[in-house]
């Protein structure tokens, strides 16, 4: 089946998990990013021709994390503030971030280059 221009546009394609996050108690939407976030985060994690591991978790999670109308819970200037909380309750959050986005091992590999 071909796709129409107005197929594409109207398809729904950011899949979400709901997370149980106990340290903060209760749960976290969380959905894939857009073409458009998924670049801001490449550039600002892997743009400097060096990996930028300061506070990865909480930045994924700002793009990631989402209310019940599907807005974004977090700015993007907020991850500081977000990194500030439990390493293990971030990290609930960013492991569905990371499967949702393709962000594992070799998909992180083929962005590097390596």
């Known amino acids: 089946m071909i796709l129409s221009k107005e197929a594409i546009l109207k398809a729904d394609d950011l899949p979400k998990k709901t997370v149980k996050v106990k340290e903060w108690g ?7 990013m857009t073409g458009t976030e998924r670049d801001a985060w ?18 994924l999670v700002t793009l990631t994390a989402i209310d019940e109308k599907g807005e974004r819970l977090f ?13 293990k309750a971030l990290s ?14 070799g998909d992180v590999e083929e962005l590097v280059g390596e």
Do not use: F, H, M, P
Not at 42 to 59: F, L, S
């Open 26 to 32: 209760g749960d976290v939407i969380v959905r894939s």
């Open 75 to 87: 700015t993007s200037e907020e991850a500081e503030e977000l990194g500030r909380k439990s390493a």
């Open 42 to 59: 490449e550039i600002d994690t892997y743009g400097t021709g060096k990996v930028n591991v300061q506070n990865a978790r909480a930045r």
């Open 92 to 105: 609930k959050v960013y492991v569905v971030a990371e499967k949702l986005n393709g962000l594992g091992v």
